[in-house]
């Protein structure tokens, strides 16, 4: 892995080098990078997404 990857890459590049690649050029490359949205609209959004998953995880793992 060189100094200049990307997080991705560092992450799950040596597992899954297509994932990588399509998490790089598409989510990032792509879909990150279309207008219409502002990138701190967007961060606040991820931000938000991330958060509702982490509670709807927490309040599964209390009903079992």
Sequence with gaps: MTDNASAAQKLVGDLSPKLAELTDDVLFGDVWERRGLAKRDRSLLTIS????????????????
């Design 49 to 64: 997404a991330i958060q509702v998953a982490r509670e709807a995880f927490a309040a599964a793992e209390k009903t079992e």
